[in-house]
């Protein structure tokens, strides 16, 4: 905890030490409001998102960091009574405006369960399943190769390689979290969201998914919501603090944790509420 | 501390007498609910028991028929005159003459009274003619030929066999006289009446005769009224199924339209044939007694069952693989046919297939579209006249004859047998697509 703090401090000194930002907005929401039905889950959320950056949301349960980060792949869109108002942007697109494909968005803006929940099929099967129905790949060499890069790139290829054709729910929880990531990935999309990815994982299987999140973010854009502070502090560059359906906060990582500049975040890291 | 344990005194509440008093008494009522499930159970299964017992040991006798071993010349001058083999020739040739001919050679000492020879012929079943006369149409060359075959016996000679009738009866009020006995006990000296398999209750139809009847055409009409009711409403039901499940928005319409299905599968059955007799047969103009409109009426009939159990089949899906299918951008309907739908599969074989079983029992509303019919022919397509298993078996209910009554356990035999394999095939479709998630 200790080391990745100071980690993270240095971090943040290198990068206001440079003048000019050095990272691009890759999603961008403005006066995000949320319904569902009577309740106003989302109160006028702004942020701005970075491009391969690892972005944690935290708050206490029920703040509206997961109704967020589902709209940010319009996960929310099958829940009836969810209505989302404001502006939510994907390079600089409005990803709710009308002439948005909805299959194509979640494309490139890939999703990561709670709940690890691979699909009741061969690991190859889940795999392969992303690049089938958009066909990115034709023929089984292509999609042959894809299952490797895919799964080296979740770090599950080592363990699984032998087992191509074993069953997706056969693994262990963590195997199967990864194989989850490995899934997302394999569509190549621009960002990947994460609710709460380590929340049934054992703490060695996190550690995993921690190491894995790290190196994911020289590729991808990260957006990962964590009830648990210590990991977003040790996975993320920047935090977001929420609250009973407001954005608190939203800074560096580092400043979240050291020096927050609201009363609540201060409450909140330091366990008084939450 | 140690005290307390010790001497055990009631130091609080949960080591009072009093609370252990309740604690038995919390025990007895949990032994006394063993005891009534237990009796529940056994008192379902001697139900069971008795049914089954009735209607084996009623049907059992039914499965042996008596048939008599003559040697029947197939006169060649009656069958084919004009030696060409015309098919006409051969339908019309009067075969109850050579199979009574032979009867008579067999038994050696009918004489030539009218009377006697009637009495003896009546040993031969009125169908044995159709026997000859099938074999003559299988097998050409018996033409002109003497053969040695097995006719079926009277229904009386075989009741007579199997003990309904007996001899102590005053031959006045029996159904078979005393020269009669004697021929049979004649005949089976020579080994000539035997008890056979009853191939004949498998493979015909209608008769007013009982030795002559069977349920193969009512089974063929069961089974065509089945395959357009799968036919028609497995598709129909499981899309119905998943419009309202997955796509269709939540509101009053909708619930309305849930309410109503419900409704309709708790209508009584003969609602449907009074709806089927006054649309199919009335408006559409579709015969009667046709297999497609029982499987028209039978599909309606399963139509909110089969809606039923697939909803509750994909409701039962977990909402995760849903999300996993779209979070990966796949189309609504793709996450369903490739995941949901799968899934599903074993919860909707099941519930189709218990609707089936239900539909090939049903009876009340087959009356109404006049599937009750009589029918001696297998029907040749859906839109010939044809009956059903469990209208044959309402029809030779009604029937006063012995071997009737026997065959109606024995239809209803094959029925449940029906029953039993098409349960049997359910369980082993939904262990087969049961996958774990």
Redesign the interface.
Known sequence: MEMARTMTETKAVGASSTEAPKFKIKMSGRGVNVHYGAKHALKTVDIDIRENQVTAFIGPSGCGKSTFLRCL?R?ND?I?ACKVSGDLKLDKQDIYDKSIDV?????RV????Q?A????KSIYENIV??PK??GLATGKQELDEIVEKSLRGAGLWNEVKDRLLDSG?GLSGGQQQRL?IA??IA?SPEVILMDEPCSALDPIATAHVEELIDELKSKYTIVIVTHNMQQAARVSQRTAFFHLGVLVEEDDTANIFTNPRDERTQGYITGRYG | MTDATADNSPAGPLNSSEYARRLKKRHDAEWRFRAYGLGAIFIGLAFLVTLLWTIVSEGAPAFLQSEIRLNVTFDKAEIDPTGTGNIEDIMKADYAVMVRQALREQLANVGNDRAARAAAHRLLSSGADLQAREIVLKDRTAIGQKREIWLIADGDVDSFLKGSISRDTPEDRRRISNQQIAWIEKLQAEGRLKSRFNTTIFTRGASANPEMAGVGVAALGSFMMLVITVLLALPIGVAAAIYLEEFA??NRFTDLIEVNINNLAAVPSIVFGILGLAVFINFFGLPRSAPVVGGLVLTLMSLPTIIIATRAALKAV?P????????????KM?AIF??VLP?AMPGILTGTILALAHALGETAPLLMIGMVAFVVDYPGGPLDPATALPVQIYMWSNLPERGFIARTSAAIMILLGFLLVMNALAIWLRTKFE???
Request: charged letters at 20%; aromatic letters at 8%.
């Open positions: 792949n996960m099958t009836d299959v194509q968005l979640r494309a890939g999703m990561v369960f709940k929940n691979p699909f009741p399943y992303g129905i958009h729910t989850c899934r997302a569509v | 928005p939540k977990p995760s693989i849903r999300d996993a299918a779209l979070g990966l951008g796949a189309s793709q490739h995941h899934l996958r774990r998630w």
